[in-house]
């Protein structure tokens, strides 16, 4: 029985050793197993330059970022706190003896933090890759904000931005107007966490308009609406050229996110060119002859039409007209795969 747990303890430490060593092979960052006691060691022995008087008496606790990723000392990347703030000797030794001592070499809150290209470089230094690669040009970065300017370092817990309970109150600190959206009744489930911001948008940088994550708006949202996607049979110009035609992603008072009711949103495009039930002409000439008294029927009997030729028919007016419903007929607005569906009725 012994034996038995001998021979299983060191299979595990050899897996163990094998597990560390492919780790340490695919990080080349990181040092040899051995030498990593020492390394973290020494970068403790920094920190504790700075946290001798730098501790939870901060307006933002600083020993808290022990809790986070920045914290972890067992990984050799991780920083420490000269890796951001700079070596700030003066800081540091004070050589003058001034009651206030002068300011760390990067700073990265306050009324006198550093410039954000100076932040952002701090920062862009060990986080370079991936999404972060467009930062450069960014629409965020022409607007002079900073890393700080949504994530926070010394926190107890997740940065806010990953959070997806917090990560929209972030952004609508900015983004107001979004916010105000969102609180319609027709709108992405952004108030319940089911859909945020960094879910459609990259706010490090895109290569499509407005940081979606795509290259283009409507294959950003095909990413959760692929039945809208398409290749149709007969596809709707005007869905296929951006979603944002006809929609507003953030919120609206028409259901579904539409940027305005039917029939008007339909007629920003089809107007009155050709003669349909659904359409309106003018006031004194509606097809199926709605009037709205018995003076105004006297005043349209006997005559017609200017598009169709035809008669003002003095009865009810027609059921596109009174219920204003393209969709109620043309059910398949994205496209159709139907035969018989050019018309989209289908």
Avoid at 60 to 65: E, F, H, W
Avoid at 93 to 117: H, I, M, T, Y
Avoid at 225 to 232: L, N, Y
Wanted: overall charge positive; hydrophobic content about 30%; some cysteine.
């Amino acid at each position: 029985m012994k034996l038995r747990k001998l021979i299983s303890l060191l299979a595990l430490l050899a897996g163990t050793a094998t597990v560390s060593a492919a780790f340490a092979a695919d990080n080349p960052a990181l040092p040899d197993l051995p030498n990593r006691a020492s390394t973290v060691s020494a970068a403790l022995k920094k920190d504790a330059i700075c946290t001798a008087c730098h501790d939870e008496s901060e307006e933002r606790p600083i020993l808290a970022m022990y809790k986070t990723r920045h914290g972890v000392k067992a990984d050799a990347r991780t920083p420490n706190c000269q890796s951001c703030h700079g070596e700030s000797e003066a800081h540091v030794k004070n050589p003058e003896g001034k009651s206030k001592r002068p300011l760390p070499d990067r700073r990265f809150v306050g009324k006198n933090k550093s410039d954000a290209d100076v932040i952002n470089d701090s920062c862009l230094s060990c986080h370079k890759a991936g999404k972060r690669n467009l930062w450069q040009g960014s629409k965020h970065q022409s607007q002079d904000l900073s890393c700080v300017s949504c994530h926070q370092v010394h926190t107890q817990g997740k940065d806010r931005m990953l959070e997806r309970t917090a990560q929209p109150d972030a952004c609508f600190s900015c983004h107001k107007t979004e916010r105000s959206e969102t609180l319609r009744h027709s709108t992405h489930p952004i108030q319940a966490g089911k859909v945020v911001c960094s879910d459609c948008h990259n706010p490090h940088g895109s290569e499509g308009p407005k940081l979606m994550k795509d290259i283009s708006v409507r294959d950003t949202c095909f990413s959760c609406h692929a039945e809208k996607r398409g290749p149709f049979l007969w596809e709707h110009p005007s869905a296929m050229d951006d979603c944002m035609n006809c929609h507003t992603p953030h919120g609206s008072s028409n259901a579904p996110l539409l940027k305005a009711r039917s029939p008007w949103l339909c007629q920003s495009c089809h107007a009155d060119g050709a003669p349909h039930p659904g359409t309106v002409y003018s006031a004194a000439n509606l097809p199926g002859g709605a009037v709205a008294n018995a003076s105004s029927q006297s005043a349209l009997a006997g005559t017609t039409n200017p598009l169709t030729g035809q008669g003002v028919a003095m009865n009810n007016p027609s059921a596109q007209l009174a219920f204003r419903g393209c969709t109620n007929c043309h059910t398949q607005v994205h496209g159709s795969n139907s035969p018989g569906g050019k018309r989209f009725v289908r």
